[in-house]
Protein backbone atom coordinates (compact mmCIF):
# COMPACT_ATOMS: atom_id res chain seq x y z
CA UNK A 1 0.00 0.00 0.00
CA UNK A 2 0.81 3.74 -0.73
CA UNK A 3 0.19 6.47 1.59
CA UNK A 4 -1.35 9.85 0.32
CA UNK A 5 -1.01 13.31 1.67
CA UNK A 6 -4.37 14.73 2.55
CA UNK A 7 -3.16 18.56 3.35
CA UNK A 8 -4.77 19.87 0.15
CA UNK A 9 -8.21 19.11 0.94
CA UNK A 10 -7.85 19.35 4.88
CA UNK A 11 -6.66 23.30 4.51
CA UNK A 12 -9.21 23.60 2.31
CA UNK A 13 -11.65 22.44 4.31
CA UNK A 14 -10.19 24.88 6.81
CA UNK A 15 -10.76 27.97 4.94
CA UNK A 16 -6.12 27.82 4.23
CA UNK A 17 -4.62 29.42 1.23
CA UNK A 18 -0.84 27.54 0.51
CA UNK A 19 0.57 30.72 1.62
CA UNK A 20 -1.33 30.89 4.76
CA UNK A 21 -0.21 27.31 6.09
CA UNK A 22 3.28 27.63 4.97
CA UNK A 23 3.52 31.23 7.08
CA UNK A 24 1.32 29.15 10.21
CA UNK A 25 3.05 25.88 9.29
CA UNK A 26 6.94 27.73 9.15
CA UNK A 27 7.13 25.61 6.20
CA UNK A 28 8.89 26.62 2.92
CA UNK A 29 6.42 27.34 0.20
CA UNK A 30 8.46 25.55 -1.78
CA UNK A 31 7.28 22.26 0.09
CA UNK A 32 3.21 23.52 0.86
CA UNK A 33 3.43 23.71 -3.16
CA UNK A 34 4.17 20.38 -3.70
CA UNK A 35 2.60 19.04 -1.33
CA UNK A 36 -0.83 20.43 -2.57
CA UNK A 37 0.25 19.35 -6.18
CA UNK A 38 1.85 15.89 -5.47
CA UNK A 39 -0.19 14.10 -2.26
CA UNK A 40 2.72 11.43 -2.77
CA UNK A 41 5.46 13.61 -1.96
CA UNK A 42 7.63 12.28 0.72
CA UNK A 43 8.34 14.42 3.50
CA UNK A 44 9.51 14.11 6.87
CA UNK A 45 7.46 13.64 9.93
CA UNK A 46 8.77 17.19 11.40
CA UNK A 47 7.13 18.88 8.47
CA UNK A 48 3.90 16.97 8.78
CA UNK A 49 4.03 17.56 12.97
CA UNK A 50 4.18 21.82 11.82
CA UNK A 51 1.49 21.33 8.98
CA UNK A 52 -0.89 19.03 11.75
CA UNK A 53 -0.17 21.88 14.34
CA UNK A 54 -0.78 24.83 11.93
CA UNK A 55 -4.22 23.05 10.74
CA UNK A 56 -5.68 21.99 14.31
CA UNK A 57 -5.49 18.29 13.32
CA UNK A 58 -3.65 15.30 14.41
CA UNK A 59 -0.18 14.38 12.04
CA UNK A 60 -2.22 10.81 11.47
CA UNK A 61 -5.25 12.60 9.62
CA UNK A 62 -2.89 14.26 6.82
CA UNK A 63 -2.59 10.93 5.52
CA UNK A 64 -3.95 7.82 4.21
CA UNK A 65 -3.73 4.60 2.74
CA UNK A 66 -3.97 3.97 -0.41
CA UNK A 67 -5.01 0.39 -1.90
CA UNK A 68 -2.42 -1.19 -4.36
CA UNK A 69 -4.90 -1.24 -7.54
CA UNK A 70 -5.97 2.59 -6.97
CA UNK A 71 -6.03 3.69 -9.90
CA UNK A 72 -3.75 7.20 -9.48
CA UNK A 73 -0.98 5.56 -6.78
CA UNK A 74 2.23 6.19 -7.53
CA UNK A 75 5.24 4.55 -6.10
Known amino acids: MAVRLRIRE ?3 ER ?3 MG ?6 DV ?3 TVKRMFK ?7 T ?11 VSPGE ?8 APDKRV
Open 46 to 56: ETLGKLARALG
Open 20 to 25: KLQRDA
Open 28 to 30: AYN
Open 62 to 69: LIEEVPDD
Open 10 to 12: IAR
Open 38 to 44: DPYYVTT
Open 15 to 17: GFS
